[in-house]
């Protein structure tokens, strides 16, 4: 069995808040983990709502099933931003920046 020992921080730096976010998914599916840094540049709501979705959306992609994890990647991350320019993505951002 693999064990992972990991920590995270995190800095504010010169923004009057902080904007990033990040994940620590460990075995979010047996053998598979997953860590992110989403780094806040298009947004703190923009980063928050990866931190929120982008597992979800990762396990539902079909080159993930196929253990296609790379093209699962970028496929998830074209998802993220065409969800993002919709109107329904830009009243998450809304809703999450409230």
Same mark, same amino acid.
């Given at each position: 069995?693999?064990?992972? *020992?990991?920590?995270?921080?995190?800095?504010?730096?010169?923004?009057?808040?902080? @904007?990033?976010?990040? &994940?620590?998914?460990? /075995?979010?599916?047996?053998? !598979?983990?997953?860590?992110?840094?989403?780094?806040?540049?298009?947004?703190? %709501?923009?980063?928050?709502?990866? /931190? /929120?979705?982008?597992?979800? !959306? +990762?396990? %539902? /992609? @079909? %080159?993930? $099933? *196929?253990?296609?994890? %790379?093209? =699962? +990647? &970028?496929? $998830?991350?074209?998802?993220?931003?065409?969800?993002? &320019?919709?109107?329904?993505?830009?009243? =998450? +951002? @809304? *809703? &999450?920046?409230?």
């Amino acid at each position: 069995m693999l064990q992972f *020992k990991f920590g995270a921080s995190s800095m504010q730096g010169w923004r009057k808040s902080n @904007e990033d976010a990040h &994940i620590m998914a460990v /075995d979010f599916v047996p053998g !598979i983990s997953l860590f992110a840094v989403f780094d806040g540049h298009g947004g703190s %709501e923009v980063a928050k709502y990866c /931190d /929120d979705h982008f597992v979800s !959306i +990762l396990m %539902e /992609d @079909e %080159e993930f $099933t *196929k253990k296609n994890y %790379e093209a =699962a +990647l &970028i496929s $998830t991350f074209v998802k993220i931003d065409r969800q993002l &320019i919709s109107p329904a993505g830009k009243k =998450a +951002l @809304e *809703k &999450i920046g409230k």
